[in-house]
DNA sequence: GCCGGAGCTATTTGCC
DNA sequence: GGCAAATAGCTCCGGC
């Protein structure tokens, strides 16, 4: 059976009663600081959502909104070829 | 039965020619904070990582400290409960 | 208390015991046929999966594939204006 | 982190000039296949809704049967037991 | 006729 | 890099 933890033995050892406890503190740490940075990612989740609110209410199209986000994402190349793939696809079809 | 644009939000009336450099200021406004709030969300996703990577280092499997992660997740309304959890895996884990 | 089903007493009285026994057999007609009908859909929705999948290897984008498929949902009209929106946002932001 | 289109997807060497013709029945294909699955999912979601409203003309609640059949669906491998839920339910239900 | 909730689709994120 | 699970947005249905 495999070990679930890394190696370095000697911080799992039963020798120590006291390992459990430091381990637990430590582990504990890590677990709640990636907690929190989630809960900072939620957080932020929700504000954009807001900005979106905030713009429908606005009357702008949120999903233009969504779409023009996505092309600024792009670099000029990748943008390029984005809109040269779909109006090629566009044309073969005659659209 | 998607559409991609909403019916009615040009926002644009024909009578002020002035108004697509105003709107142009807003929108930039929405998409610029919707941006700011994106990359603030790209830091926190690398804080996470390098929280899991100091845990690595410290001698943990990524895989279980996320595993513990979602167990907690999984009952957020009952913390006292979550940690007994996490106790009785660190030590099964022998940890 | 509402009750949960809709009027009709007489066909809920407990005065006649194959009462159960009939509205069990009609509601399972109903259910099973709807069942039935979702089977049917997820067959559908796996065939398109293959499609796209078929698509891809043949090196076709599939993203690309769904923008078509969503542009041609359009009547003419509202894809001239969702183009048109788009432009006018791009435009507006200097893009 | 999201990109319009992936990477490398023209398909579409300048070799040859007639690609273009030959991959657009090609597309279409794809595409036609793909619209045609959309044309019979909606056949299906159809009937279903006859289902519900000939359901509702026997008078029995829409909202409980959806209960129902998605009670049997988070059990399909049980098949036995969803069938003594749904009596369970029928005869709560004085049915 | 409008609002709220649920189901489904599509995108994104993490794993292999 | 591909695949699969998780999440978010969208659409539709039922209720008021």
């Given at each position: 059976?495999?070990?679930l933890v890394n190696?370095?033995?000697?911080?799992q050892s039963?020798?120590?009663?006291?390992?459990?406890?430091v381990n637990g503190a430590e582990i504990r740490q890590f677990v709640?600081?990636?907690e929190r940075l989630e809960a900072e990612k939620k957080d932020i989740?929700?504000?954009q959502?807001?900005?979106m609110a905030e713009a429908k209410g606005r009357g702008?199209?949120?999903s233009v909104l969504?779409?023009?986000?996505?092309l600024r994402k792009l670099s000029p190349d990748d943008r390029a070829e984005a809109e040269a793939v779909l109006e090629m696809y566009t044309t073969a079809l005659g659209m």
């Open positions: 059976m495999s070990r190696g370095d033995e000697t911080r039963d020798e120590n009663p006291t390992s459990t406890t709640e600081r990636h989740t929700d504000a959502k807001e900005v702008y199209s949120v969504r779409s023009v986000i996505a």
